[in-house]
């Protein structure tokens, strides 16, 4: 996928899980983490949860900090 179409995906993720309770945003946060931790990221930043960084392997670290 082009960033574009990322960005897009992972807005239209977001608007949609906005709505969802909680614990069902976890449950797909969990998903979207073993698919691609930035994806994961992505999408837990858009919907203002909060990820802590230690849980996070050290390569993806590095990449969500040059972000």
Avoid: W
Avoid at 25 to 45: I, K, P, T
Avoid at 56 to 63: D, G, I, M, T, Y
């Amino acid at each position: 996928m082009t960033p574009d179409q990322q960005e897009r995906l992972i807005q239209n993720i977001v608007g949609s899980l906005s709505q969802a309770r909680r614990d069902l945003q976890m449950r797909q946060l969990c998903h979207f983490f073993r698919a691609d931790v930035n994806y994961g990221r992505r999408v837990a930043e858009g919907l203002g949860i909060a990820i802590d960084p230690s849980m996070l392997p050290k390569s993806a670290e590095a990449v969500g900090g040059a972000r």
